[in-house]
């Protein structure tokens, strides 16, 4: 199966994630450009005192972006792997779904107005309540009190809400 983008292939595949319950996590962007399961953690085991929640999931996507003859703008995206066993257990809330990461969808307005209210130095606890009252509770709030945070004192803020 093939794409016009990279931006197609995501808006086709990033749906799935969603529907089933796991994170998704987008590795490296040059010629091939992979989407994970976020529970995949890393090959190489170091012991720790502490345990991890992954589980080293081997479901991924696999894209290979085709250029045109000057080897300059993508033409295409080709899927050339796809892994979708999983061996954890899916996320069923609803809720919870919504506060992956790979979910949310930031509404640059939204997050600018969010930045305005911090370089008025409102408080960020009143922020947040603000928020949580505008959209009927916490759970319905597009983005979670740490992305608001994560927003504070960024240089670079319009460009995380892209």
């Known amino acids: 199966m093939a ?3 990279v931006d197609e292939a995501y808006k086709f595949y990033g749906r799935y994630p969603y529907e089933v319950g796991f994170p998704l996590k987008k590795y490296r962007e040059s010629k091939f450009c992979k989407w994970l399961c976020a529970e995949r953690g890393v090959d190489n085991l170091k012991v720790r005192k502490t345990s ?4 080293h999931c081997k479901a991924k996507m696999k894209l290979k972006k085709i250029y045109d003859d000057a080897k300059e703008n993508v033409i295409a995206v080709r899927i050339d792997l796809l892994h979708l066993e999983h061996n954890h257990k ?3 809330q609803q809720e919870e779904k919504n506060q992956l990461q790979c979910n949310k ?3 640059p307005e939204y997050m600018e107005f969010i930045g305005a209210m911090q370089d008025s130095k409102v408080p ?3 922020i947040t309540n603000y928020v949580s009252e505008i959209h009927s509770g916490p759970k319905n709030v597009p983005a979670t009190s740490q ?3 994560n927003l504070e004192g960024s240089e670079a803020w ?3 809400c892209q």
């Open 52 to 55: 991890s929640k992954r589980t």
């Open 158 to 160: 319009g460009e995380k």
């Open 124 to 126: 960020h606890h009143y």
């Open 3 to 5: 794409f016009q983008n």
């Open 105 to 107: 969808t930031h509404d």
């Open 90 to 92: 899916f996320i069923k």
């Open 147 to 149: 992305d608001m945070r």
